[in-house]
């Protein structure tokens, strides 16, 4: 039964439509695990790769699954030693095929690539591939960026030895929007040296998602890559149909998201997928990915997307965003109280602000407040404090915090 399970997955490539319990997702690990070489009864290692693990907790944290996925020249590859392993990594990329199709990512295409790196490394990951596409890679030395003041969108560029180009947001109201125009001079400006445009989708407010349907439509005119860093964008349907959109009517090289930030798993992993237009780059990254990877990403994955089922899948987005409503609508009424409001950002689906003019009031500093809520157990709050200038990867930002200068 367990098998015919996992060969409902890859043949109709779709997540279970109920989750299993846990009893069943447990004998289907252990009969994965006895499909590895090194579970095998009669198997003699005699290579300085074979699967030993020395420490019984530590075999039974990854039920024995010790070779890992991939190849050396293909993190997507089969393993001989693996075929247990493989098989669930393949499942598990199917599986969140599935999920971003049912978030609202229509027409995704086929291949999925999960990586064992969270999102900074495998952005840096993609635009090494993305670099390396072009005729003229060598040639190719900068990317243009939407400033989003987060440090591991900065860093995953330079560590890729890529040069930013810094487009700051547009003030519109209360909201930092997308400056298309200014993207547009930017590509003419740098012509060959361009390796793509990266855009973002999920961010803290008052930023906006990026307009990545503009920017797509640019870039297929433009003949410019364009990558879209969706880190946290899963959750939310209505990021992820304009991401299809984008794809759809526009250039969308490649997009990535997170694992841990979207399906409820440890950190650790990351998915690399497009738009079935153009898959080239996704399948690039999976070939440039040097040797074996680790599958705990993979499992981790594998184990909660057959736990939630299409069903539960489906029950948390709308949870999501019942939640959202309910919370905007409540932290509306407190700042309402306080003299304070809640900034209108209609063009972010997933984070909120609110102001804190009283903190001057109080002779406290802003950042007191992020202190005061964490030692009230409350995580995950960003409180931006004016003018504070830092430099990452060498750059220097003015307002750090609000991916804003003003």
């Not at 803290?204 to 990545?212: G, L």
Request: hydrophobic share 40%; with cysteine.
């Amino acid at each position: 039964a367990h098998t015919k399970i996992l060969t409902r997955i890859v043949s109709n490539r779709k997540m279970p439509a109920k989750g299993l319990p846990e009893s069943a997702i447990t004998m289907l690990m252990h009969e994965l695990s006895v499909m590895d070489s090194n579970n095998f009864i009669d198997n003699v290692g005699v290579g300085e790769r074979e699967g030993r693990i020395y420490s019984p907790i530590v075999a039974q944290r990854v039920f024995h699954l010790a070779h890992g996925i991939g190849r050396s020249g293909d993190v997507m590859a089969e393993q001989p030693k693996a075929c247990g392993s493989s098989l669930l990594a393949r499942a598990a990329a199917i599986m969140s095929r599935d999920a971003m199709r049912i978030s609202g990512m229509a027409d995704i295409g086929r291949d999925v690539c999960v990586l064992p790196m969270a999102t900074g490394m495998t952005l840096t990951m993609v635009l090494m591939s993305m670099r390396a596409s072009w005729a003229n890679a060598r040639e190719r030395d900068s990317v243009i960026w939407c400033r989003l003041d987060q440090k591991t969108c900065v860093k995953a560029a330079t560590c890729a030895g890529l040069n930013i180009v810094v487009i700051e947001p547009r003030l519109c109201g209360d909201e930092l929007i997308t400056d298309v125009e200014a993207i547009e001079r930017e590509i003419a400006r740098l012509g060959e040296r361009l390796v793509c445009v990266v855009t973002s989708t999920s961010c803290f407010a008052p930023r906006a998602s990026d307009d990545v349907e503009a920017v797509a439509k640019l870039c297929e005119k433009t003949n410019t890559g364009h990558v879209i860093n969706n880190a946290y964008g899963v959750q939310s349907r209505v990021i992820c149909k304009k991401i299809s959109k984008a794809w759809t009517v526009g250039r969308v090289d490649a997009v990535v998201q997170s694992t841990d930030k979207n399906f409820l798993v440890p950190v650790g992993g990351a998915i690399v997928c497009c738009g079935k237009r153009r898959e080239d780059l996704v399948r690039a990254v999976s070939t440039s990915y040097p040797g074996r990877a680790s599958a705990s990403a993979s499992i981790d994955l594998f184990i909660t997307l057959l736990s939630m089922g299409e069903e539960t899948w489906m029950r948390l987005l709308d949870e999501r965003e019942d939640v959202y409503a309910y919370m905007a609508s409540e932290l509306a009424k407190v700042a309402e109280e306080e003299g304070e409001r809640v900034l209108s950002t209609p063009g972010n689906p997933i984070s909120m602000a609110m102001t804190l003019s009283c903190a001057k009031a109080l002779g406290m500093q802003p950042t007191m407040f992020g202190s005061m809520l964490f030692s009230r157990c409350v995580s995950g709050t960003r409180v931006v404090a004016p003018g504070e200038t830092k430099t990452v990867g060498g750059i220097e930002f003015e307002g750090f915090g609000a991916s804003h200068s003003r």
